[in-house]
């Protein structure tokens, strides 16, 4: 039986976004089950390129039955990550703010028409099945953690009308305990506070870096008054007081500087959050009596709070997947219906999340040779000995094999990787090639059956392969490995296991045979304008435009050729899906008009970025066909503006507002 889930928006990728999220829409995904078992699964941002999309998860869907070699009628159901209730309800309040949607009477009907508009086909309403969105989300911890019965915590910003729920699992039966409306959300009540450090969604996990910085005690008080714990585990949130955070500082502003004050009150934030967390877990761990906690949902993302819940000994076990978020909705939607339709399916432990694009070893080749302008391309005799002496040598590499990883976090298949022992590589990869804050921190790998010689781990747990929980470096080991130690002694590790994942395993043991530590440094691969990497292309595009040293892709070494602008004009130029060309003519004072170009993105009007008038004409006439010599020819460009045009072009690649490829790329 094929059962798919689906998550995230309903738009085309290059429609403007027009319903209301509701706390839905964002991190589209799709995933395919056949009975238990994973076919394909990955967030529409991999294949889209467009970060935490909010688009519709077409390009995923289709991979997913293209990797399954069956089409849309071989579907047994389509699960989606919200009840048909709240979605018939939301659809009637968009009705009268979009006249588009008056004709929609229910959900099955608007999810119907979705899909034929974009695919062409029309699909059996019964094959819609709705699943709660808080039910989908602790699905997708609970029936992967091994567990028969557990405490389950799904703890986010909103679904359904609800921002968590506890619920009490004994094998297949759920018993829901506590459910906690909107005006309680622990999502908004982190996401209001980050807004006075200068963040806004999905910049949650910077701020749980950079608590660390400061001092909890400072704005303990302060924030104290902003939630009240009550009896029976029960808590509410002072949301109208947040605004009382003035009193200690004017928000942050892009770009400026991080100062204590900043630092204090992340620590405080988070200490509140960990506080809240702990007053509700306590009370129904002594309700149940159960010794195993799932946890899901956005906030349950927070590797921090994660790891002082393990430290705690509250419970014996802790599980949390690496798509805790909402594309994780996808897996909890689709399994929740496959054991529905199939009550005999038994449960299945997972202990990864490897169910992505695969990168398979005989078309690697193949794939890097149009990308010859511009690199070398050499094939590895011996891959773990010789990438592990370029790491030991001080290279950073991009590290690019196998399947891609389900979720937001980077296990080993699309790596940044380093020697964790080099102090700099912190300084140099945040700057040069991940360009984003430099006080945050870097995940070590460690192989699992030597996660307690470096880690300091409680209890039994040795598995941690979803870089989900915050442990301490062993004091004696701190100052060896610089590069993955936090300013507080702690890491968000990740272990990694022979039979999961072989060649990562066998990079990190050849490693840690030759220095004694069998530990890499392991960041996505990525920079601040892009999603993980995705294909072989991706890949070496962010090679090329970062201060990576090396890439290596399956048993390929790519090293950089010294290339300008020579090779870049023979790359076909293209304008990317999603954006928006602007030219404006307006008032630039009382007497005078001006015209000025600019760059937006359709699912984020408020993201512009300005253009040169070269560079506007330039896109204006990119078809995906002309190389960027044939364009600036038949614009009849001088000198001087194609002079202008190559200036510019590195930061228009680098952040990733204009695509760039060989003629002959496979795309």
Known sequence: MYILGITGGVDRIFDIVYAPSSGLGHDSSALLLQDVNVVFGTEEERLSRIKHSNKICSSALMRCLNLAHINFSQLDAIAIYASEKFLNRK??????LFPDLYS?????SFFQFILEKEFGLLIDKEKFYFIHHHLAHTVSSYY???FEKSLILSID??????????IDANIKEFNTLKTKSVADSLGHFYLKIIAFLGYKDFDEYKVMGLAPYGDPAVYRDKLSCFYELLADGDYCIHADRILELYEVLTPRKLGEAFSQVHMDLAAALQEALESIVFHVLRHYQALTGHTRLAISGGVGQNSSMNGKILN?????????????GDSGCAYGAAAYVAHQLQPDLPFKKVTHAYWGTPIHDDEVADALAPWQDFVVIGKLRDRSEQVSNLIIEGAVIGWVQGRSEFGPRALGNRSIIADPRIGSHKETINAMIKMRESYRPFAPSVLVERVRDFFEVPGKQEDFPFMSFVLNVRPEWRDQLPAITHVDGSARLQTVNKEDNPRYWELIETFGRKTGIPILLNTSFNNNAEPIVDSIDDAV????TSGLNYLVVGDYLVTKKDWGNEQLAKLIVTLPKAAVLN??????SYTERGFSHFLTWNYDTSRCYPLSDVWYQVLQQADGLRTLQQLMIDLGFEAGQQNQVFEELPSL???RLIILHPENAAL
Do not use: H, N, Q
């Not at 910003?157 to 506890?166: A, N, Q, R, Y």
């Open 91 to 96: 659809l009637k309040e968009s009705g009268l």
């Open 104 to 108: 929609f009477t229910d959900c099955r």
């Open 144 to 146: 992967l953690s091994g």
């Open 157 to 166: 910003g909103e679904g359904d009308d609800v921002s968590s729920m506890i």
């Open 312 to 324: 705690s000994g509250l419970f014996e076990e802790v599980f949390v997947p690496s798509f805790a």
């Open 541 to 544: 595009v962010c090679y090329l």
């Open 583 to 588: 030219r404006v003519d307006r008032y630039i």
């Open 653 to 655: 690649w680098s952040d």
